[in-house]
């Protein structure tokens, strides 16, 4: 009898469980105001891109209310000058994934805004912009719009993620499946240390057929299949490429200066051999005798066809390499100085021999490594 009882108190409850757990089901809401007000930019806004200095640019509006005070998204929308945003040329959400009535729109979208909407590079032309607002099924285009005058640079709209070189006067002899990655230092902004010789070369966005080819005519950086050609003795360059404003730099680099700070003075030369790597197989290293003991720093001295540059640690006053991460050995453009930012020889390279390399690989930090041989 008692086991009935705790049966049926047990079924009772578990009844009264299931019957609590039920909620009242009701439809979503979604009645919503439009958005009537925008704030930032003003009506009819110059927005100069060429101008290196317009990195962003925010754009805020009044929220609009909803009927039941739930939450409300947000995606701000273009057209180009005639449209009517049934078609937008670009659409992104707002702040904090669509909740926020403010977006910070990077130069880098407003450079593809600008394109999207038929203006040409180094042009200038009228785009608009309203917000959506949105609640579950409800959406709704704004009540009003603004326009912008966009002044585009000479550069591209859609910037590679990776950028290859290649042609018969690089270092992957003609073959596009062995192009050479060029290191991107930030947003379409690219460079490479490698050899060009005889030949004709272009950069482009794959290591295969059929990708976005570049050349360049002077310093300006174009789209298309047209190769540069080549004629003379093979050099070494550092090339720059600039695709946010089309721009395209070349610097033969003629050689590496190993360079000790007490002597004041190079004491070997690393010469290129290929794939990004300069090196000297045995440089004499002897430390120069202070009256409070052996000075044992360094760094590199890089001799170009525009004039002489510096590259040194990261810290203005070292320590000696035992022990330290990998970091200790990343080249940094330095400022001339002859003893700031310097590297320490390990003890062990006094009196003897040093290999001394250095590497500028592309997708890794510019480095260097000293080796004592002997």
């Keep these: 009898m008692k086991n009935i009882i705790q049966y049926c108190s047990m079924a009772i409850l578990a009844v009264l469980a299931i019957t609590s757990c039920k909620k009242e089901v ?4 979604t009645n919503i105001s439009a958005v009537n007000t925008l704030n930032l930019p003003e009506e009819a806004e110059d927005i100069d891109l060429k101008d290196p200095g317009v990195t962003a640019l925010q754009f805020s509006w009044e ?22 945003f049934s078609q ?3 659409k992104t959400v707002s702040d904090g994934a669509g909740v926020q009535s403010r977006i910070t729109i990077s130069r880098k ?16 032309g009228k785009v608009k912009w309203t917000v959506m607002a949105s609640k579950g099924t ?12 966009m002044q585009r640079p000479a550069g591209f709209a859609e910037i590679p993620a990776e950028l290859f070189v290649t042609g018969t006067a690089t270092e992957d002899g003609g073959d596009v499946t062995k192009a050479i990655r060029l290191n991107k230092t930030e947003e379409g902004v690219f460079e ?5 010789k005889a030949g004709t070369y272009w950069f482009t966005d794959k290591q295969a057929a059929g990708g976005k080819t570049y050349y360049f005519e002077g310093n300006e950086l174009k789209e298309g299949d047209n190769p540069v050609t080549v004629t003379g003795d093979a050099k070494t360059y550092r090339l720059n490429l600039d695709l946010n404003v089309a721009e395209f730099k070349s610097l033969e680099v003629q050689e590496i200066g190993l360079y000790m700070a007490a002597y004041d003075k190079e ?3 690393l010469t290129y051999q290929g794939n990004s790597t300069w090196s000297a197989a045995s440089i004499p290293v002897e430390f120069f005798p202070f009256s409070w003991g052996r000075d044992e720093r360094y760094k590199f001295k890089v001799h170009t066809a525009a004039g002489d540059e510096w590259l040194g640690s990261y810290e203005k006053d070292n320590v000696q390499p035992a022990g330290q991460p990998d970091s200790y050995f990343y080249l940094y453009p330095r400022p001339q100085s002859q003893w700031d930012y310097t590297y320490k020889f390990d003890p062990s390279a006094d009196g003897k021999n040093v290999k001394a390399e250095v590497f500028f690989k592309p997708g890794a930090a510019y480095t260097h490594k000293i080796t004592v041989v002997n």
């Design 192 to 196: 490479i240390y490698t050899s060009i």
């Design 109 to 124: 979208e407003l450079l593809k805004i600008a394109a999207f909407s038929g203006i040409e590079a180094l042009g200038s």
């Design 138 to 149: 409800n959406n709704l285009k704004g009540s009003t719009s603004r326009s912008l005058t």
């Design 63 to 84: 929220p609009a209310t909803s009927e039941d005070g739930g939450v409300i998204l947000y995606e701000i929308a273009f057209d180009k000058e005639n449209g009517d």
């Design 88 to 90: 937008p040329i670009y």
């Design 267 to 269: 004491i070997g030369t």
């Design 26 to 29: 009701r439809d979503l809401n």
